[in-house]
């Protein structure tokens, strides 16, 4: 017999580091081929896709109580198994081998615990019929020991089955019970297979039928060729029978048939549906994409939009002159009582100019237009502004040294001498001491012509006193 993977050492090892379980023994590992068919076509397309995996018939045992596990391992990039699949046994109800494949190395396993029954179960494909029936048989033994029961066995001939146990006698590893109650692992002898493959395959209503059968027959030696020629006759008239009743259920073959062409014409007008909606969901895809790009655009520049406003709006209100300070600048009056507004005029028009200038204004607001213009508007009101003050200034140094060169109280008289007294000028200068000072700060070059008048006018008095 040629080797096979069940022999295999390293690969039972290669199995037992990837379930990391120590308390499960591996009982049987083969490599398989796994493909999926078709419900109802050939299992050929299916064989054209099959992937290479790793079948390992697992036990632990906990207490008294024995689980038995199928897992399926696949092979990872680097050529290591990594669990793919874990089955119960006790979940296993059918085994088929594929009719379709002729070298009858295929079979099904189905488990009633599936979710979807309606999708095909995976086909495995051993290697040869001694690793296929090797496997076989050591599920039905585990299913036989541990649960008591045996699944549906569909496509196998059991007389095939028992022949080959009975000419193969590889030790297959599984969970006995011994009396103190703790699970040991030991290995199914020769005898002991055989027994189990007999009893198992072979049912005892299907012993009697044979024992009867043979029963009805005179087994001499010297009637052995007429004991043939009536078994083939009655083989003979069996198969007439079959196909007499193969004939006979052809219209429900008809009938079978065209339900499923009809079927499959359903099931092709379905796919051509599917893909047209496939391309307009595709295409809608495509729309919501686009719709969600413009959209987040509109959201940023909605955003950009709203930060910009809110900024001019702060260079707006900057920028803005008060209609009460630009009245004052530009034609208010001098006098006394009016001089604590032309001050507060004094003192906006100076922040005025320095909140314009490049230190405290973002350089990128420095060369706009409206920026420009905006301190044009103000150095024109601050010239206008000076210019009318120092006017006034000139002409008040000049009007009041005339009022006390006039008034002859400030002077003395014949018989009468009189320190010259001028804390009435100071006085009365005090009060635009504040306005002076702000035109300093606004244009230093108007304080010359100022001094000039104011000590000319001086100069009047003193020559008068």
């Known amino acids: 017999m040629a080797k096979s993977s069940a022999d295999d050492a390293e690969l039972r090892r290669a199995c037992e580091a990837a379930i990391e379980d120590p308390r499960q023994k591996i009982v049987l590992s083969l490599r398989v081929a796994k493909s999926h068919g078709i419900l109802g076509k050939t299992s050929k397309l299916g064989r054209q896709m099959a992937k290479p995996r790793v079948l390992a018939l697992s036990t632990q045992s906990k207490g008294q109580r024995t689980t038995a596990f199928l897992r399926v391992l696949k092979y990872s990039t680097g050529g290591v198994l990594e ?166 259920s052809e219209p429900l073959i008809n009938e079978v048939l065209q339900g499923l062409e009809a079927a499959t014409n359903c099931v092709e007008d379905m796919d051509e549906w599917l893909g047209i909606f496939n391309v307009k969901l595709r295409h809608m895809r495509e729309d919501i994409a686009s719709i969600e790009t413009r959209n987040n655009s509109l959201e940023m520049q909605s955003v950009n939009n709203k930060s910009l406003i809110e900024e001019l709006d702060k260079l707006l209100e900057r920028l803005r002159v008060p209609s009460e300070y630009a009245a004052c600048l530009t034609g208010g009056s001098f006098d006394e009582a009016r001089m604590l507004q032309n001050v507060e005029a004094c003192e906006w028009l100076t922040s005025a100019l320095r909140g314009l200038e490049v230190p405290n204004l973002d350089p990128s607001y420095a060369n706009m237009r409206a920026v420009k213009e905006k301190r044009a508007e103000l150095e024109k009101l601050k010239s206008t502004f000076v210019r009318r003050a120092s006017e006034f200034l000139r002409n008040y140094f000049a009007s009041l040294v005339d009022f006390m060169i006039s008034d002859k109280s400030y002077f003395s008289q014949r018989g009468q001498l009189k320190r010259p007294d001028h804390a009435d000028l100071r006085y009365k200068c005090r009060t635009y001491a504040r306005l002076l000072q702000h035109l300093k700060n606004l244009d230093k070059n108007c304080l010359g012509p100022l001094r000039k008048a104011y000590c000319s006018s001086l100069n009047l008095l003193l020559r008068r006193e």
Request: hydrophobic share 40%; glycine share 6%; charged share 25%.
């Open 83 to 248: 669990p793919a699949k874990l089955y119960k046994l006790k979940h296993l109800s059918k085994v088929e081998v594929i009719a379709n494949d002729p070298s009858g190395c295929t079979f099904t396993l189905g488990f009633d615990n599936l979710r979807s029954q309606s999708v095909a179960p995976p086909q495995w494909t051993m290697r040869n019929i001694d690793d296929r029936n090797r496997f076989l048989l050591c599920i039905l033994t585990i299913c036989k020991d541990v649960l008591g029961r045996l699944p549906k066995v569909v496509g196998i001939d059991v007389v095939e089955m028992a022949l080959w146990a009975k000419e193969n006698t590889p030790p297959v590893a599984t969970q006995r019970n011994v009396q103190d109650g703790g699970p040991v692992a030991s290995a199914v002898t020769q005898t002991e297979l055989k027994v189990n493959v007999e009893k198992e395959l072979v049912s005892q209503a299907e012993e009697e039928d044979m024992e009867a059968l043979l029963g009805t027959y005179v087994m001499g030696i010297g009637e052995a060729e007429e004991f043939s020629e009536r078994l083939k006759r009655e083989l003979q008239a069996l198969e007439a029978a079959n196909v007499h009743a193969i004939l006979e």
